[in-house]
């Protein structure tokens, strides 16, 4: 359903059935909607590919293989999404996207990445790959599709930087956040924020989260109970705020409106 016809209370949505219940995701691109194929025995395991669906709902394509699928994001106009053998990359194309598999370099030390952030402003991806190395990937570069970016501890989480598009962020356990200059391929600036957060024990435990909310970067603190605010010019801190409890995850909302 078009945009002006769901904000005008007309048309009826689409649906479309995955084939099983499954830890999956489903993304829209242009006329088009790629959704993730469950494992066709287990659909408590991770997907096995990508279907692709055209605007009538029907199936474009037999669909493209990505093993153990876990991990997607936006860039531009590409879409990726991280498998055991590499990442599929989705493009534009003339009658329908055009899925490709970009299989992960020869040289990359063992590991595979299951997190994605999209650049913005810069067209590039940042995910993890080995316990203390995140992975910069340009999939339209003809070769060195992918760099590694040395951490000095393990990450605890990354994000792109909306406001400075050069720049990506990392937060790693020994408490620091660092900035990550995407066109260097280095870390060039850090700034103890937090105690030590270990990522040892369960996913889901409280860890600190990053977010950047215009000129202000806010990182979680859940075992402090607190916001820690940094100047995204200066890379110095502001302050922190107080918050009740143990604020984990953490979502920077905005708008801009024509009259005010």
């Keep these: 359903m078009a945009e002006h016809a769901a904000l005008e209370g007309t048309g009826e949505p689409q649906e479309i059935a995955s084939r099983a219940p499954h830890h999956g995701v489903a993304i829209p691109f ?5 959704m993730t194929r469950p494992h066709p025995s287990d659909p408590g395991a991770l997907p096995v590919g990508l279907d692709l669906f055209g605007p009538d709902g029907a199936p474009a394509i037999d669909y493209a293989p990505c093993p ?6 936006q860039s531009g106009n590409l879409v990726a999404l991280a498998c055991e053998t590499g990442l599929l990359v989705v493009a534009p194309g003339q009658a329908r996207p055009e899925i490709r598999h970009l299989p992960y370099a020869a040289g990359l030390p063992e590991g595979k990445t299951t997190k994605l952030v999209g650049g913005t402003g810069l067209r590039y991806f940042l ?4 316990p203390r190395v995140l992975v910069l990937i340009d999939p ?3 070769q060195e599709n992918f760099r590694l970016v040395e951490l000095p501890t393990r990450a605890v989480d990354f994000a792109s930087h909306p406001a400075k598009p050069r720049f990506a962020l990392a937060f790693t356990e020994d408490g620091h956040l660092h900035r990550i200059d ?15 957060y270990s990522m040892d024990g369960h996913w889901s435990d409280p860890r600190p989260r990053i977010a950047v909310a215009g000129p202000r970067i806010v ?18 801190t502001m302050g922190s705020i107080a918050v009740a ?4 995850s953490i979502v920077a909302v905005g708008g801009a409106g024509e009259t005010h």
């Design 30 to 34: 242009g006329v088009h909607m790629l």
């Design 68 to 73: 153990d699928l876990h991990g997607e994001a």
């Design 127 to 130: 995910g993890n790959f080995a």
């Design 140 to 142: 339209m570069q003809e």
């Design 182 to 196: 995407v066109v260097a391929g280095r870390i060039d600036r850090s700034v103890r924020l937090t105690g030590l």
């Design 219 to 236: 990182v979680s603190d859940p075992l402090a109970g607190q916001l820690h605010v940094v100047d995204t010019e200066t890379f110095e």
């Design 245 to 248: 409890g143990e604020p984990f």
